[in-house]
């Protein structure tokens, strides 16, 4: 008889855990949706249902504004680091291995890897000094922060999907008379679109969510949405906050189900 | 060096290398794919290049598609040296082992991508498409998506892909490796047709000797890197000019001898008549094809005496191996109702004789 000679799922209180360890990770959030359609001021006790808090919410010209900031870092940011992204990926997997590939690729993570904090420290430190020696002070900062720490996440999935995509296409198109620009442009190019658009989404998604860095060099006026909520917290809990969450949440949800689906393999 | 027989049999030359020599790594780790090598390939010839995995062909293909270039050597085509050529500046097409259609793109599309990265006018392409595929029978499936293809129709839209832009030379690695036996006895007569019909010169690349022989003007038969021999399908089986070629096509029976007054003094004992001498001194080997070898009653004048040790029966012919005298195996395949009069049995003593002018006598 033939047996699998280990599945994880004979060890004893397996699927306990992984219970426990998904009803940690998405009860909260369950919590945080379900309250923010609760009636009452208070955040523990259910009051009934109601749509009142994204009503507040959305009169709220500083949560309006905040939404203003955030969409346009976002979609900002996500174009230029998903530029980059492409040009870095196709600069490290369409050529022939060179020497220090595996530093390049440390360097285009690096935004993974170093503590927010440290970068944002940093960030902050050369800002001042170019918004005081220029004067200008408008959301091209964050916008250059943001589309910095995406880019590793649009790089992955696009690096991905051209050391996946079979070399022989671009052979058989140079073949076939296409120079190498048309080559990109006609083949290698509509093979990826798929992963750029995904790498842009959660390059999206990534500035949608960032706290520290925006924390760091916002000047006043700029805050994103995130930011506004900390600031909120800072004075006192108001259910609003969890209608604003809740719908970034469901935003996020969207844009990674839309990268899910780009990122799938076919067939 | 081998020379190349008789030119390169029709007219004009297509495509040649001169001297091309491929070595991939350095120092020790130095592979050399291919060596020193010379050939003319014709003007509307189907020229095969046979030899076991690993010997070069592909590298040889790649090196004609300008997909890799030669670390000396020239690659000439019409007489023009193209080896600085990118492939795209080269009128040769490819259809690759794997097809490489593109999967973003319908079969029409394919088809016709060619034409259009030559940048012929988009009423040409449509009307070239269309007689494309014609030619493959594929008119239905125009619209479709490679990927909703089966093997063999895929294999047709790479060959009509590569044959639209009406290139000069067009190169097939191993194109018909995929498909299962039968599909591939009707491409190999397909192939043979569209070759007919368009002219156009054919490189083929196969490891498959009987694909080889029965499809090709001429053969390259290669090994290690070099090329051992080059001819028509009937020079190489019946003048193989070394052992190598003599077992890669078709069977061979190889016996130690020496040359003794142009005739091969076989060590087994008796004296043969044989061809291909060049006055060698020294052993030798004799190559005797199993066909060629006639089995009579023992002690007939000039038979060599035999011990017949095996009888393989394979419907019309039986395989009748023997032993000679020093020990020296030999086969020879009769027709079988023949076996079936002569009475022949294992253990049975017999006489050998060769067919007349059977007996080669092979280069190193
Ligand atoms: N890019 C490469 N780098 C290093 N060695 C290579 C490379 N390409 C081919 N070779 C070597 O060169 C030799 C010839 O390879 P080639 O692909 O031409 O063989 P082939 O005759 O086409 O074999 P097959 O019938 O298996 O396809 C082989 O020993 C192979 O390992
Ligand atoms: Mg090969």
Redesign the interface.
């Known amino acids: 008889m033939a047996r699998r000679s280990f599945s994880v799922t004979d060890l004893p209180g397996f699927s306990t855990v992984a219970m426990m360890v998904f009803a940690a990770l998405y009860a909260p959030m369950v919590v945080l949706v379900v309250y923010s359609f609760n009636q009452g001021q208070s955040p523990a006790t259910w009051e009934g249902f109601s749509l009142d808090w994204y009503r507040v919410a959305w009169a709220n010209d500083e949560v309006k504004n905040a939404t203003v900031n955030s969409l346009i870092i976002a979609t900002c940011a996500a174009i230029l680091s998903t530029a980059l992204a492409t040009l870095a990926a196709l600069g490290t997997t369409r050529r022939k291995g060179f020497k220090g590939q595996t530093f390049i690729y440390a360097m285009i993570n690096q935004p993974l890897m170093v503590p927010e904090i440290v970068t944002a420290v940093a960030l902050l430190l050369v800002t001042a000094a170019i918004k005081k020696s220029t004067g200008y002070t408008g959301l091209g900062y964050l916008i250059v922060a943001h589309a910095a720490f995406c880019i590793p996440f649009a790089y992955l999935p696009i690096r991905a999907r051209l050391e996946g995509m079979?070399l022989?296409?671009e052979?058989?198109?140079?073949?076939?008379?296409?120079?190498p620009w048309?080559t990109f442009r006609?083949?290698t190019l509509?093979?990826l679109a798929p992963a750029i658009f995904a790498g842009a989404m959660l390059a999206f998604v990534t500035s949608l969510d960032d706290v520290v860095i925006t924390e760091f060099i916002k000047s006043p006026g700029q805050d994103t949405l995130p930011t506004y909520m900390l600031g909120q917290l800072r004075r006192a809990m108001k259910p609003d906050v969890n209608a604003i969450s809740t719908a970034l949440l469901a935003l996020t949800l969207v844009l990674l189900s839309l990268f899910y689906l780009l990122t799938r393999k076919k067939? | 060096m081998i020379k190349n027989q008789g030119g390169t049999g029709v007219g004009k030359t297509s495509v040649e290398a001169r001297q091309i020599a491929k070595h991939f790594g350095q120092g020790e780790a130095i592979v050399k794919a291919l060596d020193n090598v010379s050939v003319e390939i014709g003007q509307g010839e189907f020229f095969t290049l046979l030899g076991p995995s690993g010997c070069g062909k592909t590298t040889l293909l790649r090196m004609i598609?300008?997909?890799e270039s030669p670390t000396s050597g020239q690659i000439l085509l019409d007489g023009a040296d193209i080896t600085p050529l990118?492939?795209?500046?080269r009128p040769?097409?490819?259809v690759?082992q794997?097809y490489?259609?593109?999967?973003?793109l319908t079969v029409a599309q394919n088809i016709g991508?060619?034409l259009e990265?030559?940048g012929r006018p988009a009423a040409e392409v449509k009307d070239r498409v269309a007689r494309m595929l014609a030619l493959v029978k594929l008119e239905p499936m125009a619209g479709r998506k490679t990927?909703q293809l089966s093997g063999g129709q895929q294999q047709r839209v790479a060959l009509a892909?590569?044959l639209a832009?009406t290139p000069k030379v067009l190169l097939l690695d191993e194109p018909l490796s995929a498909l299962d036996l039968k599909l591939r006895k009707e491409m190999q007569i397909e192939l043979k047709r569209l070759q007919t019909e368009t002219g156009i010169t054919f490189v083929f690349v196969t490891h498959d000797q009987e694909e080889a022989l029965t499809m090709s003007d001429r053969i390259a038969v290669m090994s290690a890197g070099h090329l051992q021999q080059v001819g028509t399908a009937r020079e190489i089986y019946n003048n193989p000019v070394n052992r190598f070629v003599a077992s890669f096509i078709g069977e061979s029976n190889f016996l130690p001898a020496t040359l003794e007054a142009g005739k091969a003094r076989l060590k087994a004992g008796g004296l043969v008549e044989v061809s291909g001498a060049k006055g060698q001194t020294g052993p030798i080997t004799v190559a005797v094809r199993p066909e060629q070898v006639r089995i009579v009653a023992a002690g007939e004048p000039d038979a060599l005496p035999a011990t017949i040790t095996n009888l393989v029966y394979f419907g019309t012919d039986t395989h009748c191996h023997v032993d000679l005298a020093d020990g020296t195996e030999v086969v020879a395949r009769l027709q079988s109702p023949a076996t079936g009069d002569a009475g022949l049995e294992r253990g049975g003593k017999v006489g050998l004789r060769f067919a007349p002018g059977a007996a080669q006598v092979l280069g190193d």
């Open positions: 079979d022989t296409l052979t058989a198109a140079a073949d076939l008379y296409a120079s048309q006609r083949v509509p093979l067939d | 598609a300008g997909f990118p492939p795209n500046r040769v097409n490819t690759f794997s490489a259609l593109f999967p973003h991508f060619g990265m030559q990927s892909r590569a832009p």
